[in-house]
């Protein structure tokens, strides 16, 4: 498995943005489909936004879809996550995850991601 590290989180206002990495080490970088989760506070595990191992196919969650960009750098083994026009409900922790896979469509299931990072706080003030 591949290891994964985020970074990049913390506090911001409501409106500001943010850009969220994820380092990944131990594995063939581009061997995975990569994807960013969050969790809140009393709340499930939900899926924002996953991309394939070439980074031409993105998907993302309604709830972000407009203001979040995900991207990948298969040569410095970095994800990122440009969050925009951020809201108080997007407070959350902020998981990076993979898994091996070189097809076209990305999977939303987190039980699908078999690597994970240990999360970066995000939080947006109103």
């Known amino acids: 498995q591949v290891q994964l590290v985020e970074s990049g989180g913390g506090l911001v206002q409501a409106g500001d943005s943010l850009r969220l990495s994820c380092a990944a080490s131990?594995?063939?970088?581009?061997?995975?489909?990569m994807g960013w989760f969050r969790q809140a506070p009393g709340k499930e595990r939900e899926f924002v936004a996953g991309?394939?191992?070439?980074?031409?196919?993105?998907r993302y969650a309604d709830s972000v879809k407009g203001r979040f960009t995900i991207s990948r750098n298969n040569a410095k083994n970095t994800m990122y996550l440009q969050m925009t026009s951020l809201r108080p409900e997007d407070t959350a922790v902020y998981y990076c995850?993979?898994?091996?896979?070189?097809?076209?469509?990305?999977?939303?299931?987190?039980?699908?991601?078999?690597?994970w990072g240990q999360g970066t706080q995000v939080t947006v003030s109103s």
């Open positions: 131990g594995r063939t970088f581009s061997d995975y489909a």
């Open positions: 995850a993979g898994y091996r896979g070189s097809g076209i469509v990305v999977s939303t299931d987190g039980n699908r991601y078999n690597s």
């Open positions: 991309i394939s191992w070439s980074g031409v196919n993105r």
